[in-house]
């Protein structure tokens, strides 16, 4: 029931008439609505007197009343067999505002235990766990008054009494017991255990044996042939209204507060048990949300898993085939002391992808299994290096919980963790957060990693070195297994790293390889002959020795075979000319099976078979080619043909490339080697490379030009956000074909090794260019802008000063100022881009009519562009000090945030954060070879660090900088000071060696310049001119210049052998 429900008048003295076989303990009756009720006492059979204190019987009834009843006195029965009461009903629309008070209780006790639950502070729970007890309690009780009133505050008092005072208070007294009682019964008796229940009930019975006792006094006081018994009865009642019935009734009421007790506790002690159970329970929920929510800023390629959408029909090994190998990668990997990586090297064809396939779900079966990522050259994410570890790092995160908290720094520490180099990105989501652990495990966590070669060549041997340092992971044990084609970058990775062993698939024995490849074939022939009701005999064992000899030791050989074979409308007519194939070429060994795959697409007529070789040239020719691939519907836009013309050329090679029977999926070769082969085979079937890059990059140029335009995706506002487009807005106005053409089309203009000018370029730019830049904000990746149209003008440098250099120029000075903001806002580019871009800009001119003529009058900006390139934005505070590496490439600085950043010079992208000073880094500079980057710091040290893998090499203590007036040289190696500098009165701030290392210069507070011999001490010469502190120095490249920078906005240019110098002022202050 609940507060708002309709109620009738209980009759507690009367009983419910029931038929012959009943019960005749029952509960009480319920008044029929608007009537009255007689006890069904006068029609029950007589029981013998009971004496008042007799006790109830041990088996507790369920009807209490009727138990009570029984207790009575004969003359209190008969005089309350003649009652009548009446009854009526009464609505309780509203609930008490104490209820809702008290929800308001349990809800902050609630919000109060979530927030400090992690503290794990077990007196807290105690404490929740009370305050939700005594508010339960409470509010049940409210909860009962309301809702099981069985008189509804003296509905039933007597209708002559109801003027006297006595009356009116023993109604209003009654009203609240018998609901107490009420709710007691129906919340406690009939829901306790069985020992309280006997004792509950007792109590129960006693406390409604007094009222009833009272209650037959009333009616001796309102019975006027009572005579002088009604002056007695009165006279006790208005001199005594209510003191026999409160002892009795508190007396028993006392007696149920206990025996309920333990009832109440233990029940709401479950019940706020389950409460805080339900708070824990949401508050994991939400931590398991949150770190998914996170994880999901990690960039990973979904594609490279083992169990892929993409790859859901590559194989996996046979039973009874590769046992020996793969029984040696489980030893190795479940061995506590092996190597931390086994590389598994093959030629092409040899079986690594299956070998892997199958390795993954090996331990994925004995839950050993930490991630997988699948190269394959040729599609998108699958073939960049940058995907690699936060691939893997989500994988081992949903494998290893623990190692969530690591992993969720390093993303809230930097979001952008997955744009940073592949040492940033391994060093702060895998090796990091793998040191972090406590609980070490006894199992292995196998990593399986397939076609290492498939990817840009300068990346593998940095992989392999980071990778190689999961051997120093010691409470999670990390086995990586890793396949590719012994290439040199490989080769070469692995030679710098001892922690792995390898095994060539070239050096199995023959008779192993054989048997392997035949025990594939019987199982392939075996499908095929079910599939095409083809008898049991075919096709031999003389047909299958061939085959396999033809095969070994190319495990892809035999695939592709049984693919073609399979395909056909003949099977057996396949295999007949693929053998006859065999006979009749002289090609190598992957020619013999792609030439009769091949061959199917030539018809008898010449003129016929030469139009459909152009047509593959220019469909299959181009899917080989491609830097991610195209789906059928994306394909038939992208080249401009028929769909029909497309799907006809594709049909015959489902054998060596994967078509989809969904149009919308990519096309996607199936083994690298098919694209090798027709890129180097002298057959008809040859595929021009550069000649295809070129007519892919046309391609690209006609899409764009076709599907590009301002605000492509229709947003009502030119200052929305880009996190807040939905990717599906995006994906729609940008399809797959126009994506790809903005990202590639001069990746395959480079490729295509032709002149510039053969290209429509400029006309696309001046018409598109910032619909180009507004779309690559976009797709996310805008600061890839810059890197291709530095490409671009590379591939004009010859053309200098020519219309489309001049245009180049002042793009990429556009791109490079507004990358940032257009990557945050896209559309500001049309706005802010062009308002603050300076008047005689190239851009600004060219696209004036795309300035709002509402902002009125445009902000003064400069003439043209200024010296200044970019703006690199995401030190916490002031910088100190930069530096370039030797190359140019790397910008170093270092910040009073206690950290260094490398940047790059080209894109203005942070490439990683040092971290490791305790103070701030006042100096940085890299050692001549670019490896080594050196850090000062106001805390009194030099660290040393390794600029590809972010190391730090070693700390340099004992000095104190420029605030102890003396300069210090140190030897790298021994850590050792080998000299020091006295004789200055100020403090140092920047020293510097001459290019051919004999002399050192430094600048102090006491605004002089020193130079000093390396190799005696001495000083050679005091340069003195400054007005203020030196805070900067630096040679030129022949050591006939020193540059000075000073505190006062200067720049001064020293004449070392005359010590004269000349100024540069500066505008502005320098950044220090």
Same mark, same amino acid.
């Given at each position: 029931?609940?507060?708002?429900?309709?109620?009738?008048?209980?009759?507690?003295?009367?009983?419910?008439?029931?038929?012959?076989?009943?019960?005749?303990?029952?509960?009480?009756?319920?008044?029929?609505?608007?009537?009255?009720?007689?006890?069904?006492?006068?029609?029950?059979?007589?029981?013998?007197?009971?004496?008042?204190?007799?006790?109830?019987?041990?088996?507790?009834?369920?009807?209490?009343?009727?138990?009570?009843?029984?207790?009575?006195?004969?003359?209190?029965?008969?005089?309350?067999?003649?009652?009548?009461?009446?009854?009526?009903?009464?609505?309780?629309?509203?609930?008490?505002?104490?209820?809702?008070?008290?929800?308001?209780?349990?809800?902050?006790?609630?919000?109060?235990?979530?927030?400090?639950?992690?503290?794990?502070?077990?007196?807290?729970?105690?404490?929740?766990?009370?305050?939700?007890?005594?508010?339960?309690?409470?509010?049940?009780?409210?909860?009962?008054?309301?809702?099981?009133?069985?008189?509804?505050?003296?509905?039933?008092?007597?209708?002559?009494?109801?003027?006297?005072?006595?009356?009116?208070?023993?109604?209003?007294?009654?009203?609240?017991?018998?609901?107490?009682?009420?709710?007691?019964?129906?919340?406690?008796?009939?829901?306790?255990?069985?020992?309280?229940?006997?004792?509950?009930?007792?109590?129960?019975?006693?406390?409604?044996?007094?009222?009833?006792?009272?209650?037959?006094?009333?009616?001796?006081?309102?019975?006027?042939?009572?005579?002088?018994?009604?002056?007695?009865?009165?006279?006790?009642?208005?001199?005594?209204?209510?003191?026999?019935?409160?002892?009795?009734?508190?007396?028993?009421?006392?007696?149920?507060?206990?025996?309920?007790?333990?009832?109440?506790?233990?029940?709401?002690?479950?019940?706020?048990?389950?409460?805080?159970?339900?708070?824990?329970?949401?508050?994991?929920?939400?931590?398991?949300?949150?770190?998914?929510?996170?994880?999901?800023?990690?960039?990973?390629?979904?594609?490279?898993?083992?169990?892929?959408?993409?790859?859901?029909?590559?194989?996996?090994?046979?039973?009874?085939?590769?046992?020996?190998?793969?029984?040696?990668?489980?030893?190795?990997?479940?061995?506590?002391?092996?190597?931390?990586?086994?590389?598994?090297?093959?030629?092409?064809?040899?079986?690594?992808?299956?070998?892997?396939?199958?390795?993954?779900?090996?331990?994925?079966?004995?839950?050993?299994?930490?991630?997988?990522?699948?190269?394959?050259?040729?599609?998108?994410?699958?073939?960049?290096?940058?995907?690699?570890?936060?691939?893997?790092?989500?994988?081992?995160?949903?494998?290893?919980?623990?190692?969530?908290?690591?992993?969720?720094?390093?993303?809230?520490?930097?979001?952008?963790?997955?744009?940073?180099?592949?040492?940033?990105?391994?060093?702060?989501?895998?090796?990091?957060?793998?040191?972090?652990?406590?609980?070490?495990?006894?199992?292995?966590?196998?990593?399986?990693?397939?076609?290492?070669?498939?990817?840009?060549?300068?990346?593998?041997?940095?992989?392999?070195?980071?990778?190689?340092?999961?051997?120093?992971?010691?409470?999670?044990?990390?086995?990586?297994?890793?396949?590719?084609?012994?290439?040199?970058?490989?080769?070469?990775?692995?030679?710098?790293?001892?922690?792995?062993?390898?095994?060539?698939?070239?050096?199995?024995?023959?008779?192993?390889?054989?048997?392997?490849?035949?025990?594939?074939?019987?199982?392939?022939?075996?499908?095929?002959?079910?599939?095409?009701?083809?008898?049991?005999?075919?096709?031999?064992?003389?047909?299958?020795?061939?085959?396999?000899?033809?095969?070994?030791?190319?495990?892809?050989?035999?695939?592709?075979?049984?693919?073609?074979?399979?395909?056909?409308?003949?099977?057996?007519?396949?295999?007949?000319?693929?053998?006859?194939?065999?006979?009749?070429?002289?090609?190598?060994?992957?020619?013999?099976?792609?030439?009769?795959?091949?061959?199917?697409?030539?018809?008898?007529?010449?003129?016929?078979?030469?139009?459909?070789?152009?047509?593959?040239?220019?469909?299959?020719?181009?899917?080989?080619?491609?830097?991610?691939?195209?789906?059928?519907?994306?394909?038939?836009?992208?080249?401009?043909?028929?769909?029909?013309?497309?799907?006809?050329?594709?049909?015959?090679?489902?054998?060596?490339?994967?078509?989809?029977?969904?149009?919308?999926?990519?096309?996607?070769?199936?083994?690298?080697?098919?694209?090798?082969?027709?890129?180097?085979?002298?057959?008809?079937?040859?595929?021009?490379?550069?000649?295809?890059?070129?007519?892919?990059?046309?391609?690209?140029?006609?899409?764009?030009?076709?599907?590009?335009?301002?605000?492509?995706?229709?947003?009502?506002?030119?200052?929305?956000?880009?996190?807040?487009?939905?990717?599906?807005?995006?994906?729609?106005?940008?399809?797959?074909?126009?994506?790809?053409?903005?990202?590639?089309?001069?990746?395959?203009?480079?490729?295509?090794?032709?002149?510039?000018?053969?290209?429509?370029?400029?006309?696309?730019?001046?018409?598109?260019?910032?619909?180009?830049?507004?779309?690559?904000?976009?797709?996310?990746?805008?600061?890839?802008?810059?890197?291709?149209?530095?490409?671009?003008?590379?591939?004009?440098?010859?053309?200098?000063?020519?219309?489309?250099?001049?245009?180049?120029?002042?793009?990429?000075?556009?791109?490079?100022?507004?990358?940032?903001?257009?990557?945050?806002?896209?559309?500001?580019?049309?706005?802010?881009?062009?308002?603050?871009?300076?008047?005689?800009?190239?851009?600004?001119?060219?696209?004036?009519?795309?300035?709002?003529?509402?902002?009125?009058?445009?902000?003064?900006?400069?003439?043209?562009?200024?010296?200044?390139?970019?703006?690199?934005?995401?030190?916490?505070?002031?910088?100190?000090?930069?530096?370039?590496?030797?190359?140019?490439? #790397?910008? /170093?600085?270092?910040?009073?945030?206690? %950290?260094? !950043? @490398?940047?790059? &010079? $080209? *894109?203005?992208? +942070?490439?990683? =954060?040092?971290?490791?000073?305790?103070?701030?880094?006042?100096?940085?500079?890299?050692?001549?070879?670019?490896? #080594?980057? /050196?850090?000062?710091?106001?805390?009194? %040290?030099? !660290? @040393?660090?390794? &600029? $590809? *893998?972010?190391? +730090?090499?070693? =700390?340099?203590?004992?000095?104190?900088?420029?605030?102890?007036?003396?300069?210090?040289?140190?030897?790298?190696? #021994?850590?050792?000071?080998?000299?020091?500098?006295?004789?200055?009165?100020?403090?140092?701030?920047?020293?510097?060696?001459?290019?051919?290392?004999?002399?050192?210069?430094?600048?102090?507070?006491?605004?002089?310049?020193?130079?000093?011999?390396?190799? #005696?001490?001495?000083?050679?010469?005091?340069?003195?001119?400054?007005?203020?502190?030196?805070?900067?120095?630096?040679?030129?490249?022949?050591?006939?210049?020193?540059?000075?920078?000073?505190?006062?906005?200067?720049?001064?240019?020293?004449?070392?052998?005359?010590?004269?110098?000349?100024?540069?002022?500066?505008?502005?202050?320098?950044?220090?």
């Amino acid at each position: 029931m609940t507060s708002r429900s309709r109620f009738r008048i209980h009759n507690p003295f009367h009983r419910r008439k029931r038929p012959g076989n009943a019960d005749p303990q029952t509960d009480m009756v319920e008044a029929e609505e608007g009537g009255t009720a007689h006890s069904p006492l006068l029609d029950s059979p007589g029981k013998s007197s009971a004496q008042p204190n007799q006790s109830p019987q041990s088996s507790t009834p369920k009807d209490l009343w009727s138990a009570a009843y029984d207790l009575l006195g004969d003359e209190e029965r008969n005089i309350l067999s003649t009652v009548q009461i009446s009854t009526t009903t009464s609505d309780l629309e509203n609930p008490p505002q104490t209820a809702l008070f008290i929800s308001e209780i349990i809800q902050l006790t609630e919000k109060q235990y979530e927030n400090f639950q992690q503290r794990g502070d077990g007196r807290l729970r105690e404490s929740s766990q009370k305050v939700i007890n005594a508010a339960l309690s409470f509010k049940d009780i409210i909860d009962a008054v309301a809702a099981s009133d069985p008189t509804h505050h003296a509905a039933n008092r007597p209708e002559p009494l109801r003027s006297t005072e006595c009356a009116i208070e023993s109604s209003e007294y009654l009203a609240d017991v018998l609901a107490h009682c009420a709710y007691v019964e129906d919340k406690f008796y009939t829901n306790s255990n069985g020992k309280i229940t006997g004792d509950l009930g007792n109590a129960i019975i006693r406390l409604y044996r007094a009222i009833l006792q009272y209650a037959a006094q009333i009616r001796t006081a309102q019975d006027p042939s009572m005579g002088r018994k009604l002056l007695d009865c009165v006279t006790a009642i208005t001199e005594h209204p209510l003191t026999e019935l409160n002892a009795s009734v508190e007396k028993e009421r006392d007696n149920i507060t206990r025996w309920i007790g333990l009832v109440q506790y233990l029940h709401h002690e479950e019940k706020a048990n389950n409460i805080l159970q339900r708070i824990d329970e949401l508050r994991e929920s939400m931590k398991l949300l949150t770190e998914q929510f996170n994880l999901v800023n990690l960039s990973i390629a979904k594609g490279a898993f083992y169990d892929s959408y993409a790859d859901q029909h590559e194989g996996f090994c046979l039973p009874n085939t590769r046992t020996r190998l793969r029984s040696q990668i489980t030893d190795w990997a479940e061995s506590a002391d092996g190597k931390c990586i086994f590389w598994l090297k093959g030629m092409a064809g040899t079986g690594k992808s299956t070998i892997a396939r199958t390795v993954a779900q090996t331990f994925k079966e004995k839950q050993q299994l930490g991630a997988t990522f699948f190269f394959k050259k040729g599609e998108q994410n699958r073939a960049d290096a940058k995907y690699l570890i936060p691939t893997i790092t989500k994988q081992l995160v949903t494998r290893h919980r623990q190692l969530a908290p690591g992993v969720l720094k390093a993303i809230k520490d930097d979001p952008d963790i997955s744009a940073k180099s592949l040492t940033g990105q391994f060093d702060k989501l895998l090796l990091q957060p793998l040191q972090g652990l406590s609980s070490s495990e006894s199992t292995s966590t196998v990593i399986v990693i397939d076609a290492l070669d498939e990817r840009q060549k300068e990346d593998i041997p940095i992989i392999i070195n980071l990778l190689s340092q999961l051997q120093e992971s010691k409470v999670l044990r990390v086995r990586i297994f890793l396949t590719s084609r012994p290439e040199l970058p490989v080769r070469l990775g692995f030679k710098q790293s001892d922690g792995h062993q390898d095994l060539d698939l070239y050096e199995l024995p023959n008779p192993v390889i054989e048997h392997d490849i035949r025990v594939f074939l019987k199982e392939r022939f075996s499908i095929i002959r079910k599939s095409r009701e083809i008898t049991d005999d075919w096709p031999g064992n003389d047909t299958l020795d061939t085959l396999v000899l033809m095969a070994v030791p190319l495990f892809i050989f035999a695939a592709t075979a049984c693919r073609f074979i399979k395909d056909g409308r003949h099977p057996e007519r396949r295999l007949k000319e693929l053998l006859e194939a065999q006979a009749a070429t002289s090609e190598p060994q992957m020619g013999k099976i792609y030439q009769p795959v091949l061959s199917q697409l030539l018809t008898d007529n010449d003129h016929e078979s030469k139009e459909l070789l152009q047509e593959f040239r220019d469909i299959v020719g181009v899917i080989i080619n491609l830097a991610t691939p195209l789906s059928v519907d994306s394909l038939t836009e992208f080249l401009d043909l028929p769909k029909r013309t497309i799907t006809d050329v594709l049909d015959p090679l489902h054998s060596v490339l994967n078509i989809h029977s969904d149009p919308v999926v990519p096309v996607r070769i199936l083994h690298l080697s098919f694209r090798e082969y027709l890129l180097t085979t002298e057959t008809k079937f040859h595929v021009d490379e550069q000649e295809t890059h070129h007519k892919i990059a046309l391609h690209c140029l006609r899409v764009m030009n076709d599907r590009l335009k301002r605000n492509i995706c229709g947003l009502s506002s030119y200052g929305t956000q880009r996190d807040n487009i939905n990717s599906q807005t995006i994906n729609h106005h940008l399809p797959a074909v126009l994506q790809y053409s903005c990202r590639y089309w001069v990746h395959h203009l480079q490729q295509s090794r032709h002149c510039i000018s053969e290209f429509p370029i400029l006309p696309f730019l001046k018409t598109h260019f910032l619909h180009w830049f507004e779309a690559l904000c976009l797709m996310g990746i805008a600061s890839e802008a810059v890197g291709m149209i530095e490409t671009l003008q590379a591939l004009v440098a010859k053309n200098a000063n020519t219309e489309i250099s001049k245009f180049l120029y002042d793009a990429r000075r556009f791109t490079l100022r507004n990358a940032f903001m257009t990557s945050t806002v896209p559309l500001q580019l049309y706005y802010s881009g062009l308002i603050f871009s300076p008047k005689q800009s190239v851009v600004r001119k060219m696209y004036s009519d795309n300035i709002p003529k509402w902002i009125c009058p445009l902000p003064q900006v400069e003439a043209t562009w200024s010296s200044n390139l970019q703006t690199l934005m995401g030190h916490s505070n002031s910088v100190h000090s930069v530096a370039f590496s030797s190359d140019g490439s #790397t910008l /170093a600085s270092g910040s009073s945030d206690d %950290t260094i !950043k @490398l940047w790059d &010079v $080209e *894109t203005g992208k +942070e490439l990683q =954060t040092l971290m490791g000073h305790s103070g701030s880094v006042k100096s940085v500079a890299f050692s001549s070879n670019g490896l #080594t980057l /050196a850090s000062g710091s106001s805390d009194h %040290t030099i !660290k @040393l660090w390794d &600029v $590809e *893998t972010s190391k +730090e090499l070693q =700390t340099l203590r004992g000095h104190y900088g420029s605030f102890d007036m003396l300069v210090k040289l140190w030897d790298v190696q #021994t850590d050792k000071v080998l000299q020091t500098l006295k004789s200055y009165s100020g403090q140092v701030y920047s020293v510097v060696f001459s290019p051919d290392g004999s002399t050192l210069a430094s600048g102090s507070s006491d605004h002089i310049i020193k130079l000093w011999d390396i190799e #005696t001490d001495e000083e050679l010469q005091i340069l003195t001119g400054h007005s203020h502190c030196v805070d900067s120095v630096a040679f030129s490249p022949d050591g006939s210049t020193l540059a000075s920078g000073l505190f006062d906005n200067t720049i001064k240019l020293w004449d070392i052998k005359s010590s004269c110098y000349g100024v540069i002022p500066t505008r502005l202050p320098h950044v220090r």
